[in-house]
């Protein structure tokens, strides 16, 4: 090039404007992929990161007006396909991709927005089965939110009128796809709240593309269902289909139709349950009646024969009687039994027999005794009449008999020896050998008078 | 909202049919009870077939208040 071969001097801002130009000259509608680093979110709306890979980064810079369009949330880490522009920052001698349009690599972005959306409701507990409320159990009015063109509120309404559930309908009609949808609904949603006469709400449209149920992922909506006093049944597109709202709606009907069957079935379920408690109630009352009349009858017959139970009483006393009686008469036998026994033993040890083994004894040894005194005084007698006899040879009696006589003083009877006993006057008897007699003395002659 | 005082009367008579089956009550008061379940009851039924079955639109009002319309499939967008 010509400036190279003059010895031309180029200012810096030159140079550099001269190397921009280049740059955006040939990298003016570029592709490029890289992961994130280094992200910047400054108040301005400006995102500023580093796209790299191994080898290389380049600093790149998404604008406000591009940043605004970008439906999912910019992270580290991030592999991402961008779509720009090369340029240059002048005033630090950079050169910078300038982002138009930025995309998830592998999923798209949609898709991305999903799931940051989804994660960052999650934390803040949008989903907690805790916050849900339970569906009324009987809902006799419906609030729907949805377009009133759709298919959804058709089937809604046929599913209605088909099963014949008593239910009023009342719809606000919302666009469910498009720019500004999303308000909407949700705006219907807040309004259904301020109204308040309803008691559940059905939130949903059919079935589409990612793209055309994406009002139904947006965080407005969710944060308005997640609002709302009133239990809110999602009902978006088909089966398959899972939005953020069907995540925090108190309960996910699959299907607009099967949002309707639910309320219906409530509302036969409580047909069904009603029956059935009133039956009970019926039931209940049958048999407190019934065993109240069975206690009065068979308390009513107890009062009418007082005698069945005097009856058993006397066969019970009678019973007890005969069991009493049988047991004192065993424990009188056993008493008697003994009692003979010590009788018995008694009588044999009788002092009666004593005495008289006594008297036997006395008898014998008295009768002993009598022979051997007899013996003795058989033999005394003997000795005795002989000693008489004896005796008899020698008796004064005799001598008296031979003529001899005993002479005693009267007063003292002693016997007279000496004729000095005496003294003329005194009383003598005389004793002969047949009789006696009384003398008075006249004369005394002493023994020398003799001489 | 209208569910709420169903849902109390419901609760009186699920009460009232359990105290009745549980039977340790006096017949004075199995009757009243069983008066007051079937009151209940009635009231449920009624509420049940009272509604109308109206399909209507909730119009919001410029001044923020809101208007129900009959429904008809093509008056809208």
């Known amino acids: 090039m010509s400036l190279f071969e003059e010895r031309t001097i180029l200012t810096v801002s030159r140079l550099t404007g001269l190397i921009r130009g280049v740059l955006e000259e040939n990298f003016e509608h570029v592709w490029v992929e890289g992961e994130v680093s280094n992200l910047a979110l400054p108040a301005s709306g400006h995102l500023y990161f580093t796209l790299k890979d191994p080898g290389a980064q380049i600093r790149c810079v998404m604008f406000r007006a591009s940043a605004r369009a970008l439906r999912f949330k910019l992270q580290n880490g991030m592999m991402l396909v961008a779509r720009g522009r090369v340029s240059v920052y ?10 138009e349009y930025l995309e998830p690599k592998g999923v798209g972005a949609l898709q991305l927005a999903f799931v940051q959306l989804k994660e ?3 934390r803040e507990g949008l989903f907690d089965e805790s916050r849900k409320q339970r569906l009324p159990v009987l809902p006799l009015k419906i609030g729907i939110v949805t377009s009133t063109s759709g298919a959804a509120l058709h089937d809604i309404l046929t599913v209605l009128r088909h099963r014949h559930a008593g239910v009023d309908v009342l719809i606000s009609p919302v666009r469910v796809q498009g720019e500004g949808a999303a308000e909407e609904i949700a705006g219907a949603v807040r309004d259904f709240n301020r109204y308040g006469d309803v008691d559940v709400l059905i939130v949903g449209r059919g079935g589409g593309s990612l793209e055309d149920l994406w009002s139904f992922n947006e965080e407005v909506v969710a944060r308005a269902i997640f609002s709302s006093r009133i239990p809110v049944i999602s009902a978006v597109g088909h089966e398959v289909d899972f939005t953020i709202a069907d995540l925090v709606a108190d309960m996910r009907a699959p299907t ?5 069957e639910m309320v219906v079935k409530s509302r036969e379920e409580m047909d069904n349950h009603l029956q059935h408690l009133s039956r009970r109630l019926f039931n209940a009352l049958d048999r407190r009646m019934t065993s109240c009349r069975e206690r009065l009858v068979s308390t009513m017959r107890a009062l009418k024969d007082p005698t069945m139970l005097v009856g058993n009483l006397f066969q019970r006393i009678d019973e007890l009687r005969d069991r009493m009686s049988r047991a004192l008469r065993g424990e009188l036998r056993l008493l008697r039994e003994g009692l003979a026994a010590d009788m018995h033993r008694l009588r044999l040890s009788h002092p009666v027999l004593a005495v008289e083994r006594c008297r036997e004894r ?12 007899t013996r003795q005084l058989d033999g005394h007698r003997e000795r005795t009449s002989v000693s008489v006899a004896r005796l008899h040879a020698y008796s004064p009696l005799t001598t008296l008999v031979r003529g001899y006589s005993i002479v005693r003083r009267l007063d003292d009877g002693t016997v007279v020896r000496d004729s000095r006993q005496i003294e003329p006057g005194d009383c003598l008897g005389v004793v002969f050998g047949h009789g006696s007699a009384e003398c008075v003395v006249k004369k005394r002659h002493d023994e020398r008078d003799r001489e | 909202m209208a569910a709420e005082k169903f849902e109390t009367m419901l609760r009186k008579l699920e009460d009232a049919v359990e105290r009745l089956e549980s039977g340790d009550l006096s017949l004075e008061d199995s009757l009243k009870i069983f008066e007051e379940g079937v009151r209940c009851a009635n009231f449920c039924v009624k509420k049940l077939d009272e509604a109308e079955k109206k399909v209507e639109v909730l119009l919001k009002q410029r001044d923020g208040t809101f208007q129900k319309k009959e429904f008809s499939p093509d008056n809208e967008r």
Not at chain 1, 90 to 99: A, P, T, W
Not at chain 1, 256 to 260: E, I, L, Q, R
């Open chain 1, 256 to 260: 607009p139709s099967a949002a309707a």
């Open chain 1, 362 to 373: 006395l008898l014998a040894l008295d009768a002993r005794m009598t022979s051997l005194v």
């Open chain 1, 90 to 99: 002048d005033q630090r001698g950079e050169y910078q991709f300038i982002v």
């Open chain 1, 120 to 122: 960052k409701l999650a």
